[in-house]
């Protein structure tokens, strides 16, 4: 019974050795990097925290006043399109809307857009996906029948998932039961 014992001893012994794990190593970069600043005088390090500075601060980028111009142009022709409740026809406050979308789409042939249909957060996640699409083609159909290539038109849902508000009154939901367009190409 000894002998036994033993030998399971030693079995488990042999079976549980430590392997050699080597410690993870710093990137070269690091490496680099503590090198230089070893072996850097400190009149030269000034000038070498310089150099990083630079490099590390944001450079301010600034835009064109064209460019400017359709940014803001592009926000303020492409409004979003408001629903009622439960419904995806568009009302006819929402056709002037989409009157000035469509010039500024005619103006721009070759800019495409996404239409995002968006719902209240009342009703199930699965119907306010659906509801968000039906919003999203209604809006497209709209914008076809005034002369603007499906092509350049693409539709999505997020149903009740990107609520501009969060609120539970009936202003807020009125904003979150929108279709939306976001600029896909020039």
Same mark, same amino acid.
């Given at each position: /019974?000894?002998?036994?014992?033993?030998?399971?001893?030693?079995? #488990?012994?042999?079976?549980?050795?430590?392997?050699?794990?080597?410690?993870?190593?710093?990137?070269?970069?690091?490496? @680099?990097? *503590?090198?230089?600043?070893?072996?850097?005088?400190? @009149?030269?390090?000034?000038?070498? +925290? @310089? *150099?990083? =500075?630079?490099?590390?601060?944001? +450079?301010? *980028?600034?835009?064109?006043?064209?460019?400017?111009?359709?940014?803001?142009?592009?926000?303020?022709?492409?409004?979003?399109?408001?629903?009622?409740?439960? =419904?995806?026809?568009?009302?006819?406050?929402?056709?002037? *809307?989409?009157? +000035?979308?469509?010039? #500024?789409?005619?103006?721009?042939?070759?800019?495409?857009?996404?239409?995002?249909?968006?719902?209240?957060?009342? &009703?199930?996640?699965?119907?306010?996906?659906?509801?968000?699409?039906?919003?999203?083609?209604?809006? =497209?159909?709209?914008?076809?029948?005034? &002369?603007? /290539?499906?092509?350049? /038109?693409?539709?999505?849902?997020? &149903?009740?998932?990107?609520?501009?508000?969060? @609120?539970?009154?009936?202003?807020?939901?009125?904003?979150?039961?929108?279709?939306?367009?976001?600029?896909?190409?020039?």
């Amino acid at each position: /019974m000894k002998k036994v014992l033993i030998v399971l001893f030693m079995i #488990f012994v042999a079976g549980c050795a430590k392997k050699y794990v080597a410690p993870p190593q710093e990137p070269a970069v690091q490496k @680099e990097t *503590v090198k230089k600043e070893t072996v850097v005088q400190p @009149e030269q390090k000034a000038e070498q +925290k @310089e *150099v990083v =500075k630079e490099i590390v601060e944001p +450079k301010e *980028v600034k835009l064109t006043d064209s460019a400017v111009t359709a940014k803001t142009e592009e926000t303020a022709t492409l409004k979003d399109v408001l629903f009622d409740y439960d =419904k995806y026809n568009i009302r006819d406050d929402a056709r002037p *809307v989409l009157d +000035k979308a469509a010039s #500024f789409l005619k103006k721009n042939g070759t800019m495409s857009v996404v239409v995002e249909g968006h719902c209240d957060e009342r &009703g199930t996640n699965e119907y306010n996906l659906a509801l968000g699409e039906r919003r999203a083609k209604a809006v =497209k159909d709209y914008l076809t029948s005034l &002369g603007i /290539m499906p092509a350049r /038109m693409s539709v999505v849902t997020y &149903g009740e998932e990107k609520p501009l508000c969060t @609120e539970q009154d009936e202003p807020c939901w009125q904003k979150n039961r929108r279709a939306h367009f976001v600029v896909s190409g020039k």
